[in-house]
């Protein structure tokens, strides 16, 4: 579907964060959702973009599945999640016929929609605008930050857990941020150990104690946090 | 396309290339050897190479994060440990190349030879391609759209000189995108005996593991079966289980119903599979007696059997 480009449609969005990953199951999706729930808690008004278009999670996350997107003058409405609308919500999710149904697409049709989410989402004055990424380096990425960088975005946010699968593949993502100018905001670490609810023992997943990343310059020297497994996830 | 002379026959022509009037023209090389109008002629050539490779299997999973990599390596670990069974191990996750750390070939570089790329040996029997072999540093991103990707993959499945393979292995990173259409496009004509799909218990994957076998249909990928990863945590002090990750919607036993596939199994969350994958070990090797061990093999014997029980199809040839 081509709509006419709005070149004011995020206009009235404050600061922009991509949350990134080279890294597939780290908890993009889990922590995109917590933190725009964190911000609308402190009184902001957050817009999330779900730009995994192959696994889209955050309609699930904030139980707004089987939503319906309507469109304006401007282009889309987001959909609010909650009553009080202060989070809105684009997903590829939403256009789906069915939850089981495939988007088996190319890069090129890829880049398309995201230009499209961009450009064509009516998001009206927000606070932050959280965009949730898939996994990778790739077209989803660069579609994003190319559509983006007029719009001046904040920065990202990357998030990795301890094991050096994962550090490894931050670093890529690190790489990319460089490459691409993205101002990286920190690095957080995700499912740092559990806590045995029998015994209360703590269990690592690494052999050492706090993670291989920790040898990980961030191209702004910012800190991280740390942040230990949840007892269940969504 | 460059400018065409006049008296163009057409790209799709029977004459494309070798007309009179395709003299001086910069296509003509390009309409001459056929490939305006010809398919991909990688899938031939693919399928020539597949000829020593008796059976090929892809590692699939909707959803990132819930163990394709480190599955796929136990896999080969696990086929591999009978030394008269040739296991190749081919990584096709261009961007997430997750493979050589968690095999202990970090640092290895591809060969040529007269044959082609050779693939990184980790033991006599089981050999090893990752983009990981091709990057300087550890840290180079490939920042690939999607055709790049593509082009990759051809070479993986074309070039490498695999030799005479028992399994072939291929680990795929998440969705259903470029890497997913091309692996399938390009093995077309060579035989897949089918994909195992990895998912871990609760909705959000699974969510995304439905998409994942609505694409093995969509392209007639047969389903081997699912893998549970991740089932419960076992703490190594107390031994006892819990659940992290909660199956709220049944888990994979009850969408595996829903949809009649079989579950090949549920491996549960040993600290010591992370630790073995850091340190590029197998984790069959490091903690034989792991409940996690034990599932891992039955699953690896299911995967055998179904392969011993669809053989890869014999071409006939009809003389005219």
Redesign the interface.
């Given at each position: 579907m081509e709509a006419a480009v709005e070149p004011g449609n995020l206009a009235g969005v404050r600061h922009i964060i991509l949350v990134l990953s080279?890294?597939?199951?780290?908890g993009k999706?889990t922590i995109s959702t917590e933190l725009a729930l964190a911000l609308r808690h402190a009184g902001k008004k957050v817009g999330i973009l779900d730009v995994d278009l192959?696994?889209p999670?955050i309609p699930?996350?904030l139980r707004a599945q089987g939503r319906a997107v309507h469109q304006c003058d401007s282009g889309w409405v987001p959909v609010f999640v909650d009553q009080e609308q202060s989070i809105s919500l684009m997903s590829v999710g939403f256009l789906l016929e069915s939850?089981?149904?495939?988007?088996?697409?190319?890069?090129?049709k890829?880049?398309a929609l995201i230009k499209q989410f961009v450009a064509d989402v009516a998001w009206g004055q927000l606070d932050y605008l959280v965009v949730d990424t898939?996994?990778?380096?790739?077209?989803e990425?660069?579609a994003a930050v190319e559509a983006l960088r007029p719009y001046s975005p904040l920065g990202a946010l990357v998030v990795t857990?301890p094991?050096?699968?994962s550090v490894?593949?931050v670093?890529?993502?690190?790489?990319?941020c460089r490459?691409?100018g993205l101002q990286v905001v920190g690095v957080v670490e995700n499912m740092s150990g559990?806590v045995?609810?029998?015994?209360a023992?703590l269990?690592?997943?690494?052999?050492s104690s706090r993670g291989?990343w920790r040898k990980v310059k961030t191209s702004s020297g910012t800190s991280l946090r740390v942040l230990p497994?949840p007892?269940?996830?969504? | 396309m460059e400018e065409v002379p006049q008296g163009c026959p057409g790209t799709g022509s029977a004459q494309a290339g070798r007309g009179a009037s395709c003299q001086g023209c910069p296509n003509q090389r390009l309409c001459a050897s056929g490939a305006g109008a010809a398919p991909d002629p990688a899938i031939e050539e693919i399928k020539e190479k597949m000829k020593t490779v008796k059976h090929k299997i892809l590692v699939l999973s909707g959803k990132g994060g819930v163990g394709k990599s480190t599955f796929s390596a136990h896999l080969a670990h696990g086929l591999a440990e009978d030394e008269n069974t040739q296991v190749a191990l081919l990584d096709i996750d261009i961007c997430g190349p997750s493979i050589p750390k968690i095999m202990g070939l970090e640092g290895e570089q591809v060969h040529q030879s007269g044959s082609g790329w050779s693939p990184v040996f980790v033991e006599d029997n089981l050999g090893v391609m990752s983009v990981g072999f091709l990057l300087s540093s550890p840290d180079d991103a490939v920042i690939w759209r999607g055709p790049k990707k593509n082009g990759m993959i051809k070479q993986f499945l074309r070039d490498v000189d695999w030799g005479e393979v028992d399994y072939l292995i291929v680990d795929t990173p998440p969705g259903t995108s470029d890497e997913h259409l091309s692996a399938v496009q390009y093995l077309s004509a060579a035989h897949i005996d089918g994909a195992v799909i990895i998912t871990t218990p609760q909705e959000v994957s699974l969510q995304d593991v439905r998409k994942e076998i609505n694409f093995c249909h969509k392209v007639k990928l047969p389903i081997i079966g699912v893998v549970e990863n991740m089932s419960v945590f076992i703490c190594p002090k107390c031994k006892k289980e819990t659940q992290i990750f909660p199956p709220t919607t049944g888990g994979a036993e009850v969408m595996c119903q829903d949809l009649k596939i079989p579950l090949l199994g549920k491996v549960p969350l040993d600290p010591h599979i992370g630790k073995s994958c850091d340190k590029g070990q197998s984790f069959l090797m490091d903690a034989p007696d792991s409940p996690a061990t034990f599932a891992y093999r039955s699953i690896i014997q299911r995967i055998q059997e179904f392969c011993g029980h669809h053989p890869p199809k014999e071409e006939h040839f009809l003389s005219s």
């Open positions: 080279g890294k597939g199951g780290v999706s192959c696994g999670s699930r996350m939850p089981d149904e495939a988007v088996v697409w190319r890069g090129p890829k880049n898939p996994p990778g380096t790739s077209d990425h660069m857990t094991q050096a699968v490894g593949d670093r890529r993502e690190l790489t990319f490459k691409t559990f045995c609810p029998h015994c023992a269990c690592l997943w690494t052999l291989a497994s007892h269940s996830s969504p | -």
